[in-house]
Each structure stands twice: as structure tokens, then as C-alpha cells.
């Protein structure tokens, strides 16, 4: 009971009172844009249009109480409307008959069952297998085909309904009622809306848009030159209605099947369509509550007399444009429908239909994800063509249709790629070098206070629910430290990608160090194709899990704790070794490896082609720094602290002072006595490097000669000058070391010899 108080607390009574403000207005706008689309869509459905009012109401309200989503519309719409109407006319019942008024009741009674029952089955999990092209390819295909069916109101005519064939077969044949007046009305409340939405965004144009068109009925009469109008309206809510009536043995099974198609489509429409907006906004969608929260919308529209309810990717759209970010939108929405029915309904009969029409097909079009399809053929054909084939499922075969391809489509995507790869979480043995799986290895133990956790396949839209789910799982209030150990990882898609970007931007404000690590450099390539830079730069991606340890402060010995009890359940060994390490023990290897202490080159790995760029960056910075600085007081990029990037190696870091050197030496070639400083400070820097390297591996400053070399010999080759000049400065220091530090001058002796100590290279 606390957990559920705390949530509704966070979710009505922690806004601020300018979001407040933004809600409430939404839900305002959302109820005026509902009057003519809830009524339309009611006579689709087979009712008389004012049942569309009655099911604004309550259906929206109880949607708006129980559902996860912050900003998602529910209420009558295009698919359940039309797949209402298809039935009834089936049956042999006449649209807005009596006959009807009790019929499409008993329909939205048997469909909020059917909803109940996928809830009870949690069979809204379906929907975490279907990838975002495919998503957005049938939220895109539904704008398209409600924006065909709305078309012919823009220019008097009716609206259609049917597939994207028959509807434009519709919008031909009702070019006979074309009326110029209502057509120019139309099309400049299209234009003035999006003109509003690029140069006055914080402006409510959709609201103000309705405003005119009632002032140009009742100043100019613009229904004189043939403007359609909403019609009248009584005033008041309808009575309950128990649909119980129509019911028998005969028609109980054509019930129970017609409503099972339908239950199907508002599951997987709205499933899909909230759950876009949820991903692009950054928090999750829990499914199992939204399909209650479907069921229980659609059982309270069944008492009012409405047809199914859906949620309404059109009026989304148009809320969104404000800003809103709590379902306080729909608690004003159904007030503001009270309103309406009560005191305002005369109203209504001055509203214009072309304009009213124009705001729908406005926030259609900006609810269309094309530009996702645009993206996706620049980055990967093959997650387009999904996207093009839901997209066109729906358009050309329907709602249906387009749900069962769309699944097909991610299902054979996951069939091509492994859905569930081996996962573990790692440790570390005592008197061994490396990572070890805690599950198989009953030696292994934890890092204190961190969390690795090795990923064994490619990250995907199918997947990366799994990873985070399981990393989730092991973060404790003690975590400090996340590490995804990808060794395994060659390939990710859009969805992993910006998954991978939230989870960085949520454990950051955890104060909990996320990185990324093992994985081949052209996945580096890929999170900068998909937008997830931010990674690379922030220093999240790490060439090995010992360096992402060493940058989040942990260094040899590493400190263990006990095995979490959640992992104690995934055990396969059941007992555990005599041998085992007690917690906090620390634990040393064998001995150390290079990989551990950071002595290989890792920008390029990071960056690519890049990474000479991104030096020349830092040692811009470093340059800037210099000029603002007293050379005693210059801080050069030291390894053993964080810098912009983190904790930099040592090779990278030498070649960052390389760069300083001779940009400095360029540009301070007037001043001796700031050179001879400049070098003097380097020389310390690199005589720290070499010490560490030395105390690691003497091999490895075999290594950073080979480095030295090649970028001398690169420079002599481009620049022959600075080459000279770098060439002077670095023999004149080594001789001062004779008298001044004899004892790094016999090291450079020892290292490299004669010869590399007279060039210094």
C-alpha cells in the first residue's frame, strides 16, 4: 500500500506548478480535439455521434489513474471504430439504430474481458520482441491511414474507412462535394499550426485555431459558403447502460470471436505506440499495468454506452507539442468533456469541421516517423526495410494484418540473430590474472562495490531488456561501480545504442561509474554512427575491464566482498569451496599484466581514425592552460588522475606531450627562458612515464621507443622544420641532465642507448 501511495504521489502531486499548467492546458486542448473525433469515430462505430462525448469521459479519466505512461491519450478511435462498425454491418444492424445502441456496448464488454484476461497472462511481454523500426514503421502506417480517412472533411466531404485502397478509391469519389471555402480553411489551419510549431513553439496554436473557427462561423457565417458544422448536441451525460440485453446463446460466440480481433488490435496499437513515446522519453512502460489500464478504460466504456477505446496516436501528438509530462492531462481532459457536455454543447454547433480536421491531421503528421526511416538506410538497410514493411502492412492490409507482419518481421529478426546469448556475472580468483564468472567458478569473487557483468552476444531491440534487467538486478546501494564486459559484442543496433546512452545518463546521476568494455574498436565506430558519441567522450568505453577499473579508482590489490545473495540462487556449484576467499580479502596476481596497468595505446582503439583529432584536442586545452599559467604551476595530463576524457595510458599520454611540445615550441621559438621551462616540465612528465613502465615491464619501453620513432619519423616527413626545432630542444636537454640529474641521464643510457639518447626520438 506505501508502494502504491508513493507512486500516485510522485506521479499527480510532485509536478511544478508551471507543468502543472502545461498539463492541465494539454488535457483542455485534448478535450476540445476529442469533441469532433469522438463523434466521428462514434457514428463509425455504428452509434449516434454523441456517444463519442460519453466515452471521452470516464474512459479517460480511469486511463489517466492507472496508467504507467505520462502523456498518452486514450479514448475513441480510428482502428477499434472501424473493426466495430465492419462487425455490426456484418450482423445485419444498421448504423445508429437501436439495435446498434445495445450491440457495440456488448462488443466493448467482451473486448475489456478479453484485455483483463491478457492482462492475467501478461501477454503484453509480446510487445519488448518488437524492434523500434517495426514500431515505428506501424505507428507511422496508422497516421498515414487515419490522415486518409480525415482527408475528405478538409474539403466537405466524408470520412472514409476501410484500408489505404479503399480509402483513396473514397477520397476520389468525394471529390464531387469538393468546396473551396472549406478546403482553403483546411489547408491554411495546417499551414498556420506548423508554422506555429517551428517560430512560436510555447504558443497553444491548436487551441487558438478552434477559437477562430468558431469566430469565423459566428461573425462571418462561413457555413453560408457551404462550411460543414458540427452538429447538436443534447445537453448532459447518458444514462448507465448494463449491456447485457443483446446477449443470448446464439450470438455469444460472435461476440466472443469479434472481440478477441479487436482486444488483439488495441493491445498490440497501443502497446506499441505509448511504448515508442516511453523509450524516446526516457522511462519504462510497465506493460502488465497498461493493459489494465486498457481493460479497465474499456469496461467503463461499455456502462456508458461507447464503443472500444484505443489509444489516440493523433491527439498524443497534439499534447506533446506543449510539453505535458503527467496524466493530470487526462483528469482534465474528462473534466473539461464534463464541461462540455453540461454547460457547452450549443457551442459545438459553431465549430467548423475543415478546421477541427486540420489540427487532427497536423498532429498526424508530426507523429509520423519518417525521418526514423531516413535514418535507418543511412545506418542499416535491412532494420529499414522492416520499418517500410509494417509500415505498408497497415497501410495497404489494415490494423490486423499490420500487427501479425509486424511480429513476423521482428521475430525473424531475432530468429537471425541469437535472442538469448550466455550471460555472467564476473570476479576475480585469488592468484590468477582476469575475470571469471561467479556461477562457474566457485574460487571467484566479486569486486567490492562493483558490478561486472559479461554480455555473450550481439546487442539488439530483443536483448538489451535482458542486460539491463540483469545488471539492474545486481545494483545495490553499495554500487558504485557498472562495468558491461562485451567481449562478445561485434554488432548493436539503434535501440541498444540508445539504451546503452540512458542507462550511462541514469547511473550517472546515481553517482554510479558506468563503462563499457572488450569490445572490438568498430563497435566504437557503431555508437557513433547511432548517435551514442557521448560514450566514447565522457570515457565510458574502455579497451579492458581492468582499465575501467583503474579509472573508477580501483587499482592492484583489487578488493572483493561476499557473493550477493541473488547471485547465490544462479550458482551451479551449491557449496562453496574450503578454499574460499573471505570477504574483503585482497587480492593480488601472480603477476601483473600490461592490460591492467594501462601500457597499450587505447584512443585510437576508442576513437579510429578520430583519435589524432582528439589528442590534438587535449593538447589544445593543455596549450590554453599553459598561456593562463605560470610554467611552474602547468599541470600536464597525468595518468593518475581523471582528466576530461578519465585516467589517460601512458603511451597515449606521451604522444599528447609530443603534440604540446611542438605546438609550444612553435609558438614560444622568441622566448628561450619559457622553452627551457616548457621542456624541463615535459621531460619530469616523461620521466615519471618511464619510471612506472620500467617498475611494470622493462619490455615496454622497447615499445614506446618503436612509438617515439614512428611519430618522429612522421613528423620529419610533414614538417622537417618543427622536426629540427623538437630535435634541438631534446639533445640540449639530455646534456644538461649530465650535471643536473645524472641519474635519469644513466637511464636513458641503460633504456635506449647511445644513440636514442644523442636523438632523443
Not at 487515419?146 to 479503399?166: A, V
Not at 507482419?405 to 570476479?427: D, E, H, M, Q
Not at 551449491?574 to 595505446?601: D, E, F, L, N, Y
Request: hydrophobic share 45%; with cysteine.
Amino acid at each position: 500500500m506505501n508502494n502504491i501511495l508513493t507512486r500516485y504521489k510522485k506521479k499527480f502531486f510532485e509536478t511544478t506548478p508551471a507543468q502543472l499548467f502545461k498539463d492541465i492546458l494539454g488535457g483542455v486542448i485534448v478535450a476540445l480535439i476529442s469533441i469532433p473525433i469522438s463523434m466521428g469515430y462514434a457514428q463509425i462505430a455504428g452509434l449516434p455521434m454523441q456517444y463519442g462525448l460519453y466515452g471521452s469521459v470516464f474512459p479517460i479519466l480511469l486511463f489517466g489513474v492507472l496508467t504507467s505512461s505520462k502523456d498518452f491519450v486514450f479514448g475513441v478511435d480510428a482502428a477499434p471504430a472501424a473493426l466495430v462498425g465492419g462487425v455490426i454491418a456484418s450482423m445485419g444492424i444498421n448504423a445508429e439504430s437501436q439495435d446498434a445502441v445495445s450491440v457495440v456496448p456488448m462488443l466493448t464488454m467482451f473486448v475489456a474481458l478479453w484485455l483483463m484476461v491478457f492482462c492475467l497472462f501478461r501477454a503484453g511481454r509480446i510487445v519488448q520482441y518488437i524492434s523500434t523500426p517495426v514500431m515505428a514503421g506501424f505507428v507511422t502506417g496508422i497516421c498515414c491511414t487515419i490522415i486518409l480517412m480525415q482527408t475528405p472533411k478538409l474539403f466537405g466531404g466524408s470520412p472514409g474507412t476501410g484500408e489505404g485502397p479503399e480509402l483513396i478509391h473514397h477520397l476520389i469519389e468525394q471529390a464531387e462535394n469538393f468546396n473551396v471555402v472549406s478546403f482553403l480553411l483546411g489547408v491554411l489551419t495546417i499551414i498556420i499550426i506548423m508554422l506555429g510549431k517551428k517560430f512560436i513553439t510555447k504558443v497553444p496554436v491548436s487551441a487558438l485555431m478552434i477559437a477562430v473557427g468558431a469566430f469565423l462561423t459566428i461573425v462571418m457565417h462561413v457555413d453560408e459558403y457551404g462550411v460543414k458544422l458540427l452538429p447538436h448536441v443534447d445537453r448532459g451525460f447518458g444514462e448507465l447502460h448494463i449491456p447485457y440485453a443483446a446477449l443470448s446463446e446464439d450470438n455469444f460466440s460472435d461476440y466472443l470471436l469479434n472481440s478477441l480481433s479487436i482486444a488483439a488490435v488495441i493491445l498490440a496499437e497501443s502497446l506499441l505506440a505509448s511504448g515508442g513515446n516511453a523509450l524516446k522519453d526516457g522511462y519504462r512502460l510497465d506493460n502488465n499495468r497498461e493493459v489494465f489500464a486498457y481493460a479497465a478504460a474499456n469496461l467503463s466504456s461499455a456502462l456508458c454506452g461507447c464503443c472500444p477505446v484505443n489509444a489516440s496516436v493523433s491527439r498524443t501528438g497534439i499534447v506533446r507539442q506543449f510539453g505535458v509530462s503527467s496524466q493530470w492531462l487526462s483528469i482534465s481532459a474528462a473534466l473539461t468533456m464534463v464541461a462540455v457536455l453540461y454547460f457547452a454543447t450549443p457551442i459545438i454547433e459553431y465549430l467548423p469541421v475543415p478546421v477541427l480536421t486540420a489540427i487532427v491531421i497536423s498532429a498526424l503528421m508530426n507523429a509520423c516517423e519518417f525521418h526514423e526511416a531516413k535514418k535507418l538506410w543511412k545506418i542499416s538497410r535491412n532494420e529499414c526495410y522492416i520499418f517500410l514493411g509494417s509500415f505498408l502492412s497497415v497501410l495497404i492490409f489494415g490494423t490486423i494484418a499490420g500487427v501479425m507482419i509486424g511480429v513476423v518481421l521482428s521475430f525473424a529478426a531475432v530468429v537471425i540473430r541469437a535472442v538469448t546469448p550466455p550471460c555472467a556475472f564476473l570476479g576475480v580468483i585469488r592468484g590468477k590474472d582476469g575475470f571469471y564468472s561467479l556461477e562457474r567458478n566457485r574460487e571467484s569473487r566479486p569486486v567490492k562495490n562493483t558490478v561486472i557483468y559479461r554480455f555473450g552476444g550481439n546487442l539488439f531491440f530483443a536483448n538489451i531488456d535482458t542486460m539491463q534487467n540483469d545488471i539492474e538486478s545486481a545494483v545495490t546501494d553499495s554500487t558504485k561501480c557498472i562495468i558491461l564486459h562485451a567481449g562478445a559484442v561485434s554488432n548493436i543496433d539503434t535501440a541498444a545504442a540508445d539504451r546503452l546512452v540512458m542507462m550511462y545518463e541514469d547511473y550517472r546521476k546515481r553517482n554510479i561509474r558506468f563503462y563499457i568494455t572488450e569490445h572490438i574498436g568498430e563497435v566504437n565506430d557503431m555508437l557513433k554512427n547511432y548517435g551514442a558519441e557521448k560514450l566514447l567522450r565522457s570515457g565510458a568505453v574502455r579497451m579492458t575491464t581492468a582499465l575501467a577499473l583503474r579509472d573508477a579508482g580501483y587499482d592492484y590489490p583489487y578488493e572483493t566482498e561476499e557473493t550477493p545473495h541473488f547471485m547465490k540462487k544462479r550458482m551451479r556449484m551449491q557449496r562453496r569451496a574450503k578454499t574460499a576467499v573471505r570477504p574483503s580479502q585482497k587480492i593480488r596476481p601472480k603477476h601483473i599484466t600490461r592490460t591492467a596497468k594501462g601500457i597499450q595505446p587505447e584512443l585510437q582503439w576508442v576513437f579510429g581514425k578520430d583519435s589524432s583529432a582528439y589528442m590534438d584536442r587535449i593538447a589544445d586545452e593543455l596549450i590554453s592552460e599553459f598561456f593562463g599559467t605560470d610554467i611552474s604551476q602547468l599541470h600536464i595530463a597525468d595518468a593518475e588522475k581523471h582528466t576530461l576524457w578519465g585516467r589517460i595510458n601512458y603511451f597515449d599520454e606521451d604522444a599528447i606531450i609530443d603534440r604540446v611540445e611542438i605546438r609550444l615550441g612553435e609558438m614560444l621559438k622568441d622566448d628561450p627562458e619559457k622553452i627551457s621551462g616548457l621542456v624541463s616540465l615535459l621531460e619530469e612528465r616523461r620521466k615519471l612515464i618511464e619510471e612506472k613502465m620500467l617498475k611494470m615491464d622493462p619490455d615496454i619501453l622497447a615499445r614506446l621507443r618503436k612509438a617515439r620513432r614512428k611519430y618522429a619519423d612522421a613528423l620529419r616527413k610533414h614538417d622537417p622544420k618543427a622536426y629540427d626545432s623538437m630535435l634541438e630542444r631534446r639533445r640540449n636537454y639530455v646534456d644538461s641532465l649530465r650535471s643536473s640529474d645524472p641519474e635519469l641521464a644513466a637511464l636513458y643510457d641503460e633504456v635506449y642507448g647511445d644513440e636514442l639518447r644523442r636523438n632523443f626520438l
